[in-house]
């Protein structure tokens, strides 16, 4: 059975930090490219960033982009999510989600595996 569990949020302040993980198991994780979402209350769930698996190939949506690093841990089966300069605008569960095959897809409906997703809320 594929599980994916994520863990790392937290509230934290404007302009702070936090590192997100999704520990992958029941499938090759090294095989598969990788994806986070997140949604904000009241709002459908919106593509964050995506990575194939060797770790070569990386996008993100202009929303984080040059704020978040996404990465991965083949040998831990983790996917990362490293999140600075967090603004209030970023408070929204967080989802990481298997892709079905190592490329990784902007749609969320291109996904059937999901974590029961991490809380991370930014205010002062």
């Known amino acids: 059975e594929v599980q994916l569990v994520e863990s790392g949020g937290g509230l934290v302040q404007p302009g702070g930090s936090l590192r997100l993980s999704c520990v992958g198991s029941g499938f090759t994780f090294s095989f598969y490219g990788m994806t986070w979402f997140r949604q904000a209350p009241g709002k459908g769930r919106e593509w964050v960033s995506g990575?194939?698996?060797?770790?070569?190939?990386?996008s993100y949506a202009d929303s984080v982009k040059g704020r978040f690093t996404i990465s991965r841990d083949n040998a831990k089966n983790t996917l990362y999510l490293q999140m600075n300069s967090l603004n209030p605008e970023d408070t929204a569960v967080y989802y990481c989600?298997?892709?079905?095959?190592?490329?990784?897809?902007?749609?969320?409906?291109?996904?059937?595996?999901w974590g029961q997703g991490t809380q991370v809320t930014v205010s002062s």
């Open positions: 989600a298997k892709s079905r095959d190592s490329r990784y897809y902007t749609r969320d409906d291109a996904y059937n595996h």
């Open positions: 990575i194939n698996p060797n770790s070569k190939i990386k």
